[in-house]
């Protein structure tokens, strides 16, 4: 069964090396990697290629140098390059928790199309700053807030029934694809209990810039999927994400 990793990025030449180095580093090897640099002007571009002398003959890797809008039209082209039977993410930055993460993953589907597990949030310095452990034993449209988009694993078959990302929306265009995910009647779930990425602190979503807008269009998304009770489910969504940050800061 072949895996397809993902990795956007864009001016990004501190962090990509660890992220290509972490994929290549996996233990399982039935593996395509595409990369999709979006123009970068700070040398990232060259660095990719630099990390990737003399390793794409061992290695199937794609690299691709392409503009877009956005990060999800970006990943849409990358899903469209794929061949991997299961697609996954991997944001420039970030890491597999383990080498043996993807063969985590490949003996987890069986009968299951998706699964998601655990991320872990590291600063600059390699500290801790969150946890996103939150079991998710059935994904339904309330539930699927407690899903790490990071750390889902998608067969190509259900990308295609659900569709690819939204281009409407520059921030929050996952929390779109999840929900329509999670309202799928063929998606078949399994949560791992485990930790598979370890994600840096310097995503569009986690960034105070962006704070305004992607509270804008997380309130556009969920009243286009809950109607008038979009409120009581993005203030559920806060809620419990705000107590599970402060039980994690108490213990």
């Known amino acids: ?24 580093s996996q233990s399982y090897k039935n593996l395509e990697y595409i990369i999709i640099d979006g123009y970068s002007k700070d040398g990232t571009y060259q660095k ?6 003399n390793k794409q003959k061992k290695f199937n890797i794609k690299l691709f140098r392409k503009s ?5 039209e970006a990943l849409n082209n990358g899903i469209n390059h794929s061949k991997g039977e299961i697609i996954g993410l991997l944001h420039s930055g970030d890491r597999f928790y383990s ?23 590291k600063n600059k310095i390699n500290k801790i700053t969150r946890l996103w452990n939150y079991e998710v034993k059935r994904l339904t449209p309330s ?3 407690k899903i790490a988009h990071t750390s889902l694993f998608i067969r190509r078959n259900l ?35 485990k930790y598979l990425i370890i994600m840096s602190n310097k995503g569009l979503s986690s960034s ?35 107590m599970q940050l402060f039980i994690w800061k108490l213990s």
């Open 1 to 24: 069964m072949k895996i397809t990793i993902i990795t956007i990025v864009k001016n990004d030449i501190n962090h990509i090396t660890s992220t290509i180095r972490s994929v290549l």
């Open 48 to 53: 990719i290629k630099n990390e990737l002398k």
């Open 68 to 72: 877009d809008k956005s990060m999800y």
């Open 99 to 121: 080498k043996s993460t993807l063969n985590l993953v490949a003996k987890s589907f069986n009968n299951k199309n998706v699964i998601s597990g655990n991320v872990i949030y």
């Open 143 to 145: 539930s699927s807030y």
């Open 159 to 193: 990308i295609k029934n659900v569709g690819n990302y939204s281009i409407k929306y520059k921030i929050s265009s996952d929390t779109d694809f999840i929900i329509r995910l999670s309202k799928n009647k063929n998606a078949k779930y399994r949560f791992i209990k």
């Open 208 to 242: 105070y810039s962006n704070l305004m807008q992607k509270i804008y269009e997380d309130l556009n998304i969920y009243f286009y999927h809950f109607n008038f009770l979009f409120l009581f489910f993005y203030i559920k969504k806060i809620i419990y994400k705000l």
